[in-house]
């Protein structure tokens, strides 16, 4: 692995890193930066998974104060959260790359539509955190039941999966959005743990690219918490957005 490849798995990590911090949505930039050095579908989402994961416990950090208390429900939470990103991370170890390659244009293009709304989410959690049907047992059922899916997604591939959890940890109790977002890094980074096991146990993880996205990923994430207090949010958005569709429609060209 020469230099300049490093090197450019450690600005995509640093770009990717600075998204995050100010509008999400990494994966959307350092999946496809796996894919442009070489990786094969399945190992670069290995790769990605691990690399990217530290940055949410950071994400996390930095709001710790706005986390709830602890909740002996949360515990279900967390339960959830482990087996289905476990069964993802085994259906990705048993998934054939040829047949992975063909889903990779879905995934990005999934990951894509649902970071395009969620704009549309935090409005709406914005306006109706108020609203008691939000908070009843009803809807912390419901919760924990889409927690499932969403939860092997994220071990599976996983872009898009913060946008997911935002609105599922938004039902059940009461609490404001930063607290919920604080709770959805906190709960994203504990779950794709579960995930980095897996991959680093069945020898997916190819470690100098690995650790070059995340070096740049960590420090991306220190830069872009600086950044976020004046930085044009809409613009960055846009462009992640665009981004994704792009990739999307040239991966589908490549692996259709």
Not at 194 to 223: D, H, K, R
Request: with cysteine; charged share 10%.
């Amino acid at each position: 692995m020469d230099v300049a490849t490093l090197a450019q798995l450690a600005l995509a990590g640093l770009i990717g890193g600075i998204i995050t911090a100010i509008v999400g949505a990494a994966s959307l930039i350092t999946f496809p930066a796996m894919l442009a050095v070489g990786l094969p579908p399945v190992v670069a989402t290995a790769c990605n998974t691990v690399a990217m994961t530290p940055s949410s416990f950071v994400a996390a950090w930095v709001d710790y104060r706005r986390l709830p208390p602890w909740r002996p429900a949360f515990r279900l939470v967390l339960a959830i959260s482990a087996v289905g990103s476990s069964i993802g991370a085994f259906l990705l170890l048993l998934t054939p790359e040829r047949a992975f390659s063909v889903f990779v244009p879905v995934l990005i293009g999934l990951a894509t539509v649902l970071f395009a709304g969620a704009g549309t989410v935090r409005r709406w959690l914005y306006r109706h955190g108020d609203d008691p049907a939000l908070h009843s047992a009803h809807a912390e059922r419901v919760g924990l039941t889409l927690l499932a899916p969403v939860s092997v997604y994220s071990g599976y591939f996983g872009a898009g999966t913060s946008v997911m959890l935002l609105a599922i940890l938004s039902l059940g109790p009461a609490a404001d959005f930063r607290s919920v977002n604080a709770l959805k890094n906190l709960l994203s980074g504990l779950s794709s743990v579960v995930a980095v096991v897996i991959f680093i146990a069945g020898g997916l993880i190819v470690w100098p690219q690995t650790l070059a996205l995340g070096a740049g990923g960590l420090a991306g994430g220190y830069v872009g918490g600086r950044l976020a207090h004046f930085v044009p949010v809409r613009a960055i958005r846009w462009l992640v957005i665009a981004v994704g569709a792009t990739v999307t429609v040239v991966s589908a060209k490549r692996f259709w």
